[in-house]
């Protein structure tokens, strides 16, 4: 192992085989020399790209390539973007003679590909295929790698480096002090990449096929969302079109995550993936109600899928009576049996139920052709068609057969008359439970307030203020005050009468928090492309966590996905880990207990006599370290926390901002899922406990946000678990 750094960093007890001084400083300053010349080679990449752009209206032969053309280079001159903070590459690979491809060559791994003016690469993007013996590689296995090479940065200027000699068995694992120096890292704002820090076991995941669907059951710490994200980077790499064409989509719990993760796609040349919450994926209508949580579980139960199946099935009725149709001096007429035979055949089809609107109506047409054909010897006109299609008597048998239906009138109907709901659910919902449906459903008077938020994750009408309690029922549809949970019906209604459009490949982050319902909304989108779950059972939160993989995965249409582990993490310490460990009987699941590499951190347990002011006096104290810090209190306690540290001169930001530059973060525990901090302040553990009945689990989450040092201020005494 050889090692180079600055006089002033810390460097590894030389081995006699170590090179002199001299010559590491030789070979300091080449990869400096290497990085200013790739960056100029990015440069000119992107200066090329922006010429090309500039003058696309002048090669493009219509407007409409013109726009095809814009599109395709300003997002190439995205793709290109340079961030002189970021290292341009972190590794390089020496390879030997074992590999009769490579033998001899070295290649510089990095975020991107970067070649030079005659078109030789100069930085190796970390998802090409050679570019996998640097996660892979290993004495035991050195896959053609004589040296594998780690560097230093710092503010985007490089340091040192490490080198590893695997073909002398030499390998450094995790005692790589410049890889634990990245993984350690302090930070503020949004999340970063972990390219540079890729472990086999996550790089096997990362690298999975498109075909296929994976699990991720992941401990805290153990980086399944880096996992998550950087597969999506992958598959867009190795199916560029493909997934341009049908789309990457990544779903997180709540718009505070997705704010915080939103810069590691850009920062890997990922820049046109859609992210989005589930409320945001099935809102057809604004949420501007709540329902009381023994109405919304109802709703997200699984049963409700063929409760409304039952209700759209109830719609297609039988022929009664004859079609005739005037055709000028022509009378065409259709008898019962062919009729019976159109509605029967296209209900055996299962097709989405305007689909099937449709067809019948293009059947019935069919016969009309068939018998103006007969006695005209001709084929009719295609107006002569849309005319049939039109024809009075048509729209009424349609009407009458197979009526017009939207997803909003459905569940508007199933609702408010109790019989079309009896109906539907027969044998499936208890006489208490349709009851519990339509007593939820209010009647829309003046007296009623309402707010203009959905809610998530137990933040229910938090941002809107006053919000009516229950589904307030309009007239119609339209004047309804729906909730978040009726969207999730009203969103499985659509997906039996229109055919919702999919993505090539869906990353599902912190998914033990899904219902059925909304699980089934996903599988809508992902039923001819691949999901990525990822998720903590310890960290369900929702009335309706999952307690099983292989339910959500049966409800998501993917049952036979793979579930794979990830216990040992690398963000948060041993310490802090093993105090969250403390409620793992608690929370009955069934997962193995989290473990951590890391053997630094902090973890301070106390009893305070004023909350507020401890928690002031902790976040200054907290300030002296570099990184982040978050403070995590119940909800109704964050405002008054944010006011006193204000008051105290100590600038904080709201979890939704996650550019703001305030060092400190004041969030409730409920928007806390999948966020992390530095240094981490748990304001009264028992408060957040009791403010939910899964509230061991919020917890749970809670404590381990920490990747340095946890501090936990308690007035009440602690949670059993923890005593």
Same mark, same amino acid.
């Given at each position: 192992?050889t090692?180079?750094? =600055?006089?002033?960093?810390a460097?590894?007890?030389?081995?006699?085989?170590?090179?002199?001084?001299?010559?590491?400083?030789?070979?300091?300053?080449?990869?400096?020399?290497?990085?200013?010349?790739? %960056?100029?080679?990015?440069?000119?990449?992107?200066?090329?790209?922006?010429?090309?752009?500039?003058?696309?209206?002048?090669?493009?032969?219509?407007?409409?390539?013109?726009?095809?053309?814009?599109?395709?280079?300003?997002?190439?001159?995205?793709?290109?973007?340079?961030?002189?903070?970021?290292?341009?590459?972190?590794?390089?690979?020496?390879?030997?003679?074992?590999d009769?491809?490579?033998?001899?060559?070295?290649?510089?791994?990095g975020?991107?590909?970067?070649?030079?003016?005659?078109?030789?690469? !100069?930085? !190796?993007?970390?998802?090409a295929?050679?570019?996998?013996?640097?996660y892979?590689?290993?004495?035991?296995?050195?896959?053609?790698?004589?040296?594998?090479?780690?560097?230093?940065?710092?503010?985007?200027?490089?340091?040192?480096?490490?080198?590893?000699?695997?073909?002398?068995?030499? =390998?450094?694992?995790?005692?790589?002090?410049?890889?634990?120096?990245?993984?350690?890292?302090?930070?503020?704002?949004?999340?970063?990449?972990?390219?540079?820090?890729?472990?086999? @076991?996550?790089?096997?995941?990362?690298?999975a096929?498109?075909?296929?669907?994976?699990?991720?059951?992941?401990?805290p710490?153990?980086?399944?969302?880096?996992?998550?994200?950087?597969?999506?980077?992958? !598959?867009?790499?190795?199916?560029?079109?493909?997934?341009?064409?049908?789309?990457?989509?990544?779903?997180?719990?709540?718009?505070?995550?997705?704010?915080?993760?939103?810069?590691?796609?850009?920062?890997?040349?990922?820049?046109?993936?859609?992210?989005? +919450?589930?409320?945001?994926?099935?809102?057809?209508?604004?949420?501007?109600?709540?329902?009381?949580?023994?109405?919304?579980?109802?709703?997200?139960?699984?049963?409700?899928?063929?409760?409304?199946?039952?209700?759209?099935?109830?719609?297609?009725?039988?022929?009664? @009576?004859?079609?005739?149709?005037?055709?000028?001096?022509?009378?065409?007429?259709?008898?019962?049996?062919?009729?019976?035979?159109?509605?029967?055949?296209?209900?055996?089809?299962?097709?989405?139920?305007?689909t099937?609107?449709? %067809?019948?109506r293009?059947?019935?047409?069919?016969?009309?052709?068939?018998?103006?054909e007969?006695?005209?010897? =001709?084929?009719?006109?295609?107006?002569?068609?849309?005319?049939?299609?039109?024809?009075?008597?048509?729209?009424?048998?349609?009407?009458?057969?197979?009526?017009?239906?939207?997803?909003?009138? !459905?569940?508007?109907?199933?609702?408010?008359?109790?019989?079309?709901?009896?109906?539907?659910a027969?044998?499936?919902?208890?006489?208490e439970?349709?009851?519990?449906?339509?007593?939820?459903?209010?009647?829309?008077?003046?007296?009623? @307030?309402?707010?203009?938020?959905?809610?998530?994750?137990?933040? *229910?009408?938090?941002?809107?203020?006053?919000?009516?309690?229950?589904?307030?029922?309009?007239?119609?549809?339209?004047?309804?005050?729906?909730t978040?949970?009726?969207?999730?019906?009203?969103?499985?209604?659509?997906?039996?009468?229109?055919?919702?459009?999919g993505?090539?490949?869906?990353?599902?982050?912190?998914?033990?928090?899904?219902?059925?319902?909304?699980?089934?909304?996903?599988?809508?989108?992902? =039923?001819?492309?691949?999901?990525?779950?990822?998720?903590?059972?310890?960290?369900?939160?929702?009335?309706?966590?999952?307690?099983?993989?292989? @339910?959500?995965?049966?409800?998501?249409?993917?049952?036979?996905?793979v579930?794979?582990?990830?216990?040992v993490?690398?963000?948060?310490?041993?310490?802090?880990?093993?105090?969250?460990n403390?409620?793992?009987?608690?929370?009955?699941?069934?997962?193995?207990? *989290?473990?951590?590499?890391?053997r630094?951190?902090?973890?301070?347990?106390?009893?305070?006599?004023?909350?507020?002011? *401890? +928690?002031?006096?902790?976040?200054?104290a907290?300030?002296?370290?570099?990184?982040?810090?978050?403070?995590?209190?119940?909800?109704? +306690?964050?405002?008054?926390?944010?006011?006193?540290?204000?008051?105290?001169?100590?600038?904080?930001?709201?979890?939704?901002?996650?550019?703001?530059?305030?060092?400190?973060?004041?969030?409730?525990?409920?928007?806390?899922?999948?966020?992390?901090?530095?240094?981490?302040?748990?304001?009264?553990? *028992?408060?957040?406990?009791?403010?939910?009945?899964?509230?061991?689990?919020?917890?749970?989450?809670?404590?381990?946000?920490?990747?340095?040092?946890?501090?936990?201020?308690h %007035?009440?005494?602690?949670?059993?678990?923890?005593?």
């Open positions: 192992m090692l180079a750094a =600055e006089p002033h960093r460097s590894l007890p030389a081995r006699p085989d170590t090179p002199p001084r001299d010559e590491l400083d030789t070979q300091l300053a080449a990869e400096r020399a290497h990085l200013d010349t790739s %960056r100029a080679a990015l440069r000119r990449m992107r200066e090329r790209a922006e010429a090309l752009f500039a003058g696309g209206e002048q090669v493009a032969g219509d407007p409409y390539a013109a726009e095809m053309l814009g599109r395709t280079l300003a997002r190439r001159v995205a793709e290109l973007a340079d961030d002189p903070t970021t290292p341009l590459f972190f590794g390089r690979l020496d390879f030997g003679d074992a009769p491809d490579h033998a001899g060559r070295d290649y510089h791994v975020r991107r590909h970067v070649t030079d003016e005659a078109g030789e690469p !100069l930085v !190796l993007d970390w998802r295929p050679v570019s996998r013996s640097f892979r590689a290993s004495a035991r296995d050195p896959q053609g790698v004589a040296v594998r090479r780690r560097f230093g940065f710092s503010s985007g200027l490089l340091t040192s480096f490490e080198d590893e000699h695997l073909d002398r068995g030499e =390998e450094l694992g995790t005692a790589s002090r410049i890889l634990t120096a990245e993984i350690e890292r302090p930070r503020v704002g949004p999340m970063r990449d972990i390219v540079a820090t890729i472990q086999p @076991e996550q790089d096997e995941l990362v690298r096929d498109l075909a296929d669907s994976i699990c991720v059951q992941g401990a710490g153990t980086g399944k969302t880096a996992v998550g994200l950087h597969r999506a980077a992958y !598959l867009l790499y190795l199916h560029r079109e493909r997934l341009r064409r049908s789309g990457v989509l990544i779903v997180g719990p709540n718009r505070a995550f997705l704010s915080y993760i939103a810069a590691v796609l850009p920062a890997l040349g990922e820049v046109e993936v859609a992210q989005a +919450t589930v409320e945001d994926l099935v809102v057809r209508a604004p949420v501007r109600a709540v329902d009381d949580p023994a109405v919304a579980t109802l709703k997200h139960d699984v049963r409700m899928a063929e409760v409304l199946r039952r209700a759209v099935d109830a719609h297609i009725g039988t022929p009664t @009576e004859p079609i005739m149709v005037s055709d000028g001096s022509f009378r065409w007429r259709i008898g019962l049996d062919p009729l019976h035979r159109v509605v029967e055949e296209t209900r055996r089809e299962g097709l989405p139920y305007a099937g609107r449709e %067809r019948v293009a059947r019935v047409v069919g016969l009309l052709q068939r018998q103006s007969a006695r005209r010897a =001709e084929s009719p006109s295609d107006a002569w068609l849309r005319r049939m299609a039109k024809a009075k008597p048509v729209t009424a048998f349609l009407d009458a057969v197979w009526p017009a239906l939207t997803p909003e009138g !459905l569940v508007h109907t199933l609702l408010s008359d109790p019989d079309a709901l009896a109906a539907a027969d044998g499936l919902l208890t006489a439970e349709q009851a519990l449906l339509l007593g939820s459903a209010v009647t829309a008077g003046p007296a009623a @307030e309402t707010g203009d938020g959905a809610a998530t994750d137990g933040a *229910a009408g938090r941002r809107s203020g006053r919000t009516a309690t229950g589904t307030k029922l309009g007239r119609t549809p339209k004047a309804t005050k729906w978040a949970a009726d969207a999730v019906l009203i969103d499985e209604a659509a997906g039996l009468i229109e055919r919702p459009a993505f090539g490949h869906v990353v599902v982050d912190e998914a033990q928090d899904l219902s059925p319902m909304q699980c089934r909304a996903i599988a809508r989108r992902s =039923e001819h492309g691949s999901i990525t779950l990822l998720g903590d059972l310890a960290q369900g939160t929702a009335p309706w966590a999952a307690s099983d993989w292989r @339910e959500s995965l049966a409800h998501l249409g993917k049952p036979d996905a579930v794979v582990p990830l216990s993490g690398f963000r948060v310490p041993t310490v802090v880990v093993a105090f969250a403390r409620l793992l009987p608690a929370l009955a699941v069934d997962v193995p207990p *989290a473990e951590s590499l890391r630094d951190g902090g973890l301070d347990v106390r009893t305070v006599a004023d909350l507020t002011v *401890a +928690t002031v006096a902790e976040v200054r907290a300030l002296a370290h570099d990184g982040s810090v978050g403070v995590i209190a119940a909800e109704d +306690t964050v405002d008054r926390l944010r006011a006193a540290l204000a008051d105290a001169g100590v600038e904080t930001a709201s979890a939704d901002d996650v550019a703001a530059a305030a060092r400190v973060t004041v969030v409730p525990a409920t928007l806390v899922k999948g966020l992390e901090y530095d240094h981490v302040v748990v304001v009264e553990p *028992a408060a957040i406990v009791a403010a939910e009945p899964r509230g061991l689990h919020r917890l749970y989450v809670v404590l381990t946000r920490a990747v340095s040092r946890l501090s936990v201020l %007035r009440e005494p602690l949670p059993e678990p923890l005593g």
